[in-house]
């Protein structure tokens, strides 16, 4: 296990984004992705294993069941595209920290951008749109890879390609202090007025609580919530938003 520490910075115009798709276009039904190979195979490992599905979304429970952690650590998994496996890897590494932040963007804008303006709401998106945060003590748990077969609608043929998650885990102290140092960060960049600083800091528990996710329709309600209060910003905002969010065509 390796130990380490992320600087996370959110940039709303990162052109990376988790379990991004490297194709260029939608593929045809007739043109579905198909997983070539993946890590462990011959052991008799399964190509889609419960604790990547489940930690795309927060859900760290059957990961720490699968590998005995400690049920007060936090885990969470970033992922990453490359035609090389080792290039995969690191990118995977780099976006653990990215979707920790794309995470607690998404509480703030569900839980409190319905109580602030629509000036207020510009600040505090422009401010996390850069806003950064440490979060110390990451570890490096658990990595799995797929080899995967797609179809390139513009060039006509298929190509391979490699996808590559690599988990972290944390214990909860780090997990709740970078929230509560992140949510301070925002406040005090976007010079929120005092009552609204109240409605933002009352999120405050609501990410304690999103440490340990257990119920996935709770979390794509307040990814819905989040793009609905973003949408008072237009449609850029939401788009810089799905971003973030995009999914492989494999993890859906």
């Known amino acids: 296990m390796k130990k380490s520490s992320i600087i996370i910075a959110f940039f ?6 988790l379990f991004s798709c490297a194709s260029t276009s939608k593929q045809s039904e007739s043109h579905e992705a198909k997983i070539l190979d ?3 195979k011959a052991l008799g490992q399964v190509e889609k294993p419960a604790w990547v599905m489940q930690l795309r979304w927060g859900n760290d429970r059957p990961f720490k069941e699968a590998f005995g952690l400690e049920y007060s650590r936090v885990c969470r998994i970033g992922g990453g595209t490359s035609i090389l496996l080792n290039q995969a890897s690191d990118l995977s590494k780099a976006d653990a920290g990215r979707k920790i932040a794309l995470e607690l963007q998404q509480t703030i804008m569900a839980k409190a951008g319905a109580q602030l303006s629509d000036e ?11 806003a950064s945060v440490t979060i110390s003590g990451l570890r490096e748990e658990e990595s799995h890879w797929w080899k995967v077969q797609r179809w390139d609608e513009k060039a006509k043929k298929y190509y391979e390609e490699y996808e590559c998650f690599t988990a972290y885990s944390m214990p909860k102290e780090s997990w709740d202090e ?3 140092q992140y949510l301070l960060s ?3 960049a976007a010079g929120v007025e005092r009552s609204s600083q109240e409605a933002l800091g009352a999120v405050y528990s609501t990410l304690q609580e999103a440490a340990h996710r257990e119920d996935e329709s709770a979390y794509n309600s307040e990814k819905e919530s989040a793009r609905q209060t973003l949408s008072r910003l237009g449609a850029d905002a939401v788009a810089d938003f799905d971003k973030g969010t995009e999914l492989s065509d494999l993890l859906r």
């Open 186 to 188: 925002v406040m005090s």
């Open 178 to 180: 970078a929230a509560k």
């Open 38 to 40: 993946w890590k462990d």
């Open 12 to 17: 709303a115009a990162v052109s990376l984004s």
């Open 120 to 130: 207020q709401l510009k600040r505090v998106n422009d401010v996390m749109a850069t």
